[in-house]
């Protein structure tokens, strides 16, 4: 399993702050089952703006010491943006990563609300060729019912990534009210772990696609945990368009 928005390197974020951190995450993870990782530290104007060379030199790093401790995980690169006016512009001028180098960008937008630049945001991405993925829309604050706008993201060209935390509730009820939602309605494409530490933002995976099946079944849980892998690989993806609710048909499947 490919996990594709995961805050693993050390001293860039509000992700771990000593390496050692960096190791037990990578370690947590694969116990999960996940077998690569591409590392998304935050790129925010002003707050969080590193140097692609100093990263590049820490993943490597990060790459010899678990290969020391004999952790088999392999580590790509991107960035987790926050979406502003410039976000386009910093793109071409090559001071943001897309993952692993495809043309998919993770970018994130604030939990208060989109907001309306997001428009011209994204037809700019998608005129460069670039597919953004929205990090995490279940955590933006918005009743159930305002969710249909992600439709509109849908039919544009963007995917969605909802994290695992936010299916197994530890984002709160609601982020996991709107987690089921998505899923349910056909519009979740990625699933993540958005880790940032060994404690409060845990590297977890399993709980959450056990879940995730209950939900929609196994064989949309399959789809969308492939996907990443053609992401990472700047595979074209296929989705279905975003549409009426769907209930796992494990059982009916089964008789
Ligand atoms: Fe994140």
Redesign the pocket.
Known sequence: MIDL?H?LLWGVDDGPSQMATSIEMARMALDEGITGVIM?P?HMKGRYENDIGDLKEKQRVLEEALGDEGIDLKLYLGH?VYGDFDTASELSQGRILTLNGSGYLLI?FPFSGIPPYEVQLVTSLLGQGIRPIL?HPERIQMPLKDLKIFEDFINRGCLLQVNTGSITGLNGKEAWQRAKYLLQHGMVHLLAT?AHNTTTRKPLIREALSRAVKWVGEGEVDTIVARAGDVLWDRGVRINPPGSPKKARRFLLRM
């Open positions: 928005h805050h998304t935050h987790e994130e990090a958005d």
